[in-house]
């Protein structure tokens, strides 16, 4: 008996031991990044998505979507409310304006007051958010990435990056080219970045991964919205997109914010702390 109780505490020994080596080698490999498992970063949100609430009351709006988790957001207007004041009701609840959608580039007096007013509320991206029918050609496309390319530099003068949002439109051919392959091609990527859409990149007939192996580095910021089994819009987490998998690769991609939206959401509210919650609990 004591021969059998000798065994049997040598081989709970081992076994200990080798759960301890284990353990320290899956620490190992966690360390080098080679395996590592991490939650996301914060997680920003398009305003666009609660435009009727930031009309109605602006600081107000400001104040519940910091209250659900969001410390990063994007503008897409100001809603008559200067450049301090837009600071100022930032700094009070705890949030920061990283990017803005600012329409159509005009070079100029008109840019440079753009430049100027996003300084001021501390924006690093301004985004132009789509592009005139007018534009859509071979040839109208070389002229906006000229266009993009001018107005990136003039941007980056101030300390500011200059970037596109793209729609479904990028994504149909014209004479045999794909126009957003057309304008990342024509456009410097130090003066002009991307910011990917994910649903309206997926709905042209994209695949963001192949764009980040093929563009690596090109889209510093994503747009989150999620696609249903019948090809509409709904909330990050509820739909069919593999967010996982596109998130785990944002390291290549170039990724630095991410910001949940949704063009026409039944309750505003609602959606933006859906695709947090969801967000918050994803493990990429």
Not at 20 to 29: F, H, K, V, Y
Not at 70 to 87: L, Q, R
Not at 110 to 120: G, N, P, R, S
Not at 152 to 165: C, K, L, P, V
């Amino acid at each position: 008996m004591a021969a059998d109780h000798d065994t049997q505490n040598r081989r709970e020994f081992l076994g200990s031991v080798g759960a301890l080596l284990a353990s320290t080698r899956l620490a190992g490999i966690r360390g080098s990044g080679v395996a590592e498992s991490t939650k996301l970063g914060p997680v920003g949100v398009q305003l666009y998505t609660v435009r009727g609430e930031l009309k109605k009351d602006f600081g107000g709006t400001l104040s519940r979507v910091a209250q659900i988790g969001y410390k990063e957001v994007e503008f897409a207007g100001y809603f008559g409310h200067s450049p301090e004041d837009v600071s100022s009701l930032l700094k009070e609840n705890g949030l920061s304006a990283p990017s803005a959608h600012i329409g159509f580039p005009v070079l100029g007096a008109e840019w440079d007051k753009i430049i100027a007013d996003a300084l001021v509320i501390g924006h690093r991206y301004l985004v132009c958010p789509s592009i005139d029918d007018k534009y859509r050609t071979v040839d109208g496309y070389k002229q906006v990435a000229e266009l993009f390319n001018h107005a990136g530099e003039r941007a980056r003068s101030a300390g500011i990056q200059f970037g596109y949002h793209n729609h479904m439109y990028e994504f149909t051919a014209i004479d045999g080219q794909i126009p957003y392959d057309l304008l990342i091609a024509q456009t410097d990527p130090g003066l002009v970045v991307m910011e990917m859409d994910i649903f309206w990149l997926r709905s042209g007939g994209g695949d963001p991964l192949d764009y980040f192996g093929r563009y690596p580095g090109r889209f510093p910021m994503l747009h989150l919205k999620d696609m249903d089994a019948a090809k509409k819009m709904t909330d990050v987490g509820k739909g069919v997109i593999d967010w996982k998998t596109i998130l785990g690769r944002r390291a290549l991609a170039g990724t630095k914010h991410i910001f949940v939206e949704h063009d026409e959401p039944k309750d505003p509210f609602a959606s933006i702390r859906d695709s947090y919650a969801y967000l918050r609990a994803l493990d990429v």
